[in-house]
């Protein structure tokens, strides 16, 4: 093998590892448990499982990365749980497309 092949798949195995990882991460995103109401950092984002605020929701947050159409997904905030796609923090931010 020259030295360019050998580059250009040690390249192709970079991208790969962490490729693997969010389809792994997506695949197992409908079995987080629901984050619960009286958790410490939902409770400090103000988090609440039926947004109030009119057009502001988990579902069109920057920070959710959920499945349109699903009614739970993962966020950034809470790694290891899932919240309401009508849900609402203080820390939501405009989803950008």
Known sequence: MNRRKLLLNAG??????????????AAHATDLPEL??????????????????????????QLYT?????DLGPCALFPGKSVRAAG??????????
């Open 36 to 61: 619960e109401l009286h958790d410490s950092v939902g409770q400090a984002l103000g988090y609440v499982r039926e947004s109030e605020t009119e057009g502001q929701t988990c579902a069109n947050c």
């Open 88 to 97: 609402w923090c203080k820390s939501w931010v405009q989803k950008v497309s």
């Open 12 to 25: 192709k195995a970079t991208l790969a590892i962490p490729l693997a990882a969010l389809v792994r991460q």
């Open 66 to 70: 959920g499945v349109e159409g699903e």
